[in-house]
């Protein structure tokens, strides 16, 4: 007979998924807009956003590859930290600078 | 090994989670509850006062239904929802594994802590020039 534990992380695993599924689909079709995801606030094309996109990505696959490896998340590298803080700092920085510019 | 009475309070705590879950869901499916602005900044209230204004002007059906204003994507907020799903899908798969909570390492905490300040700092950038 199944646990009610187990039936609980099913369930929550199938709702993540489920949630996550219905996110991306939207995105995909337009009814969660992603439009303008690269244009800065004076609505031109930004390359610290693409950058902040790119390290996201690259940290997040990094992070996964490295869990599902070790099955554990205490092996994950201190220079993700060090790449995250970098590029969010310039994302940050470049955004406040735009914003003080065009106000 | 649990007793009856332990075993039934954690079947109604697991129906519980498993139907709420389960009905907010399917709201967000049918679209009770609305994910149209998930990933937009919100716009200035002028600017929507405005756009308002000229939809309805140019479609005046539009002037009896809700118009939703959206403004442009923002980063910080696509890069938040990326990496709470991906922390919160792993540690629960972690956690199917083990059969019990495992620890979250400093790390971690700390990736989900620049996240969380680089989208808190952005609003409040946002804020402070609007």
Redesign the interface.
């Known amino acids: 007979m199944v646990s009610p534990s187990a039936l609980l992380g099913d369930v929550l695993s199938i709702w993540l998924a489920a949630l996550l599924a219905i996110i991306a689909y939207r995105c995909l079709t337009g009814r969660i807009s992603i439009a303008g995801l690269f244009q800065g606030a004076d609505g031109r094309f930004s390359p610290g956003r693409v950058q902040l996109l790119a390290s996201t990505l690259g940290v997040l696959g990094t992070f996964v590859l490295t869990v599902l490896d070790k099955h554990s998340m205490s092996d994950v590298p201190d220079s993700l930290l060090v790449v995250m803080l970098a590029s969010h700092g310039a994302y940050l920085a470049g955004k406040h600078l735009a914003r003080n510019r065009f106000t | 090994m649990h007793t009856g009475p332990a075993?039934a309070v954690?079947?109604v705590?697991?129906a519980f989670?498993?139907l709420l879950?389960?009905i907010i869901?399917y709201k967000?499916?049918n679209g009770t509850i609305p994910?149209?602005g998930?990933?937009?900044e919100p716009v200035g209230a002028d600017t929507a006062v405005a756009t308002a204004a000229a939809a309805s002007a140019a479609n005046p059906p539009a002037q009896a239904a809700v118009v939703t204003i959206?403004?442009?994507?923002s980063?910080s907020r696509?890069?938040l929802?990326?990496?709470t799903?991906?922390i919160?899908?792993?540690?629960?798969?972690?956690?199917?594994?083990a059969g019990s909570m495992?620890?979250?390492?400093n790390?971690?905490l700390?990736?989900l802590g620049?996240?969380s300040?680089?989208y808190a700092?952005?609003k409040g950038?946002?804020m402070s020039?609007s």
């Open positions: 075993l954690e079947w705590v697991v989670i498993a879950a389960l869901l967000i499916f994910l149209t998930l990933l937009n959206q403004g442009k994507a980063l696509l890069q929802l990326l990496f799903f991906v919160a899908g792993l540690y629960l798969t972690l956690c199917l594994e495992v620890d979250i390492p790390q971690v700390g990736l620049i996240s300040g680089s700092v952005s950038i946002q020039n």
